[in-house]
Each structure stands twice: as C-alpha cells, then as structure tokens.
C-alpha cells in the first residue's frame, strides 16, 4: 500500500533542495524547443523483467514542481487498480537553470509512461496535479510554448501506445466520483 502521497513526496522533495549557484554568462540554458524527444533530458525507464497483466487497469500519478533558481522534480507512481499496492515509484530532478513547472511536470508522466509501457500495462489511469499537462495532453488546451513541444510530441506518441488512457487532473476529486459510482475521467 502507498505510505505517502506523491504530492506529499513531492514537496517534501523539493523542500529539500538547496540553491544552485545561478549560471554563468557563458553557460546557456537547454534549447528544448529544438530537440527532438529522444534528446530530452530524461532518463529512460529501466526495462523490467516483470511483466503486468495487459488486461487489468493500473494508475499512474505524477507531479512535478521546482523551487526558486534551486531546480525542480517530477515524481511518478504506478498503483494497481484493483489492490492500491504500488507497484513502482520513481523521481527526476530538473537542473534550476532548465527548471520550469511545465518541463517538471511532463517529465513526471513521461517517466510514469515509459515505465508503465516497459511493464506491459495497456489500460492505464492518468492522475496529476497538473491541469494544464492533463488539459494539454487530452486536447483542451493548445501548446504555444516551443519549449515545452517536445515534451508534448513525447508523452503524446508514449501515451498512444496504450490501449487504453483516462486523463484525470484532480485525484482526489477523481477517487471520491468513483466511490459514488460516477467518474468523469474514465
């Protein structure tokens, strides 16, 4: 069973983040807007030898957020459905000169997808804290910033992958319709 909640986790990741010396004149920023998704600064998911059944629904929840000039993190855990037992749980720290709220946040779902996909899930229920990465990535919300497309294109073509993916932006709101037996996000 999940101990502690990933926005818990979260803030309790970012509190303890110190100040990064800011960057030099001559150190620039990462271009992502002319990146392709496989130059993205994320780790890729470890493939794992523990395979998911592909006919049961699993939960992905992330978060992401950064702090001052001190950087951010993206925070991702995958929950079974049926039981509530994790299954896996993992983080990304973003380096403060790259930081935004907006790259945090995708790189949490897109380290949640890739590890979700790597571990045969293909119904999957999408929770974030994040309304604009959960309105964005169904289709309500345009994508203006160039340098959040390519995190975008990314989470899109990973999320394509599944059968089936439910967006919901407000977990809690989300676990309270599902116990009076109606649910906007599936």
């Known amino acids: 069973m999940l101990s502690v909640p990933l926005y818990?986790?979260?803030?309790?990741?970012?509190?303890?983040?110190?100040?990064?010396?800011?960057?030099?004149?001559?150190?620039s920023p990462v271009d992502s807007s002319a990146m392709s998704h496989d130059q993205l600064p994320i780790p890729?998911?470890?493939?794992?030898?523990?395979?998911?059944?592909?006919?049961?629904?699993?939960?992905?929840?992330?978060?992401?957020?950064?702090?001052?000039?001190?950087?951010?993190?993206?925070?991702?855990?995958?929950?079974?459905?049926?039981?509530g037992e994790e299954i896996?749980?993992?983080?990304?720290?973003?380096?403060?000169?790259?930081?935004?709220?907006?790259?945090?946040?995708?790189?949490?779902?897109?380290?949640?997808?890739?590890?979700?996909?790597?571990?045969?899930?293909?119904?999957l229920i999408v929770e974030g804290n994040m309304k604009f990465v959960i309105e964005q990535m169904a289709g309500n919300w345009k994508v203006k910033s160039e340098e959040i497309k390519p995190y975008y294109a990314h989470a899109k073509e990973l999320s394509d992958h599944f059968e089936d993916v439910a967006l919901c932006g407000d977990a809690i709101a989300y676990r309270q319709s599902q116990l009076s037996g109606f649910s906007s996000c599936r």
């Open 8 to 27: 818990a986790f979260l803030y309790a990741f970012l509190e303890r983040l110190t100040p990064m010396a800011q960057p030099s004149a001559s150190s």
């Open 88 to 123: 896996w749980s993992g983080f990304h720290f973003v380096d403060g000169r790259d930081a935004s709220q907006f790259i945090a946040g995708y790189t949490g779902l897109i380290l949640g997808l890739r590890k979700a996909s790597s571990m045969g899930v293909q119904r």
């Open 44 to 83: 890729d998911a470890e493939m794992s030898e523990h395979q998911l059944s592909p006919h049961r629904t699993y939960i992905l929840r992330f978060g992401g957020g950064t702090k001052y000039q001190s950087g951010g993190g993206s925070a991702t855990v995958l929950i079974d459905d049926m039981s």
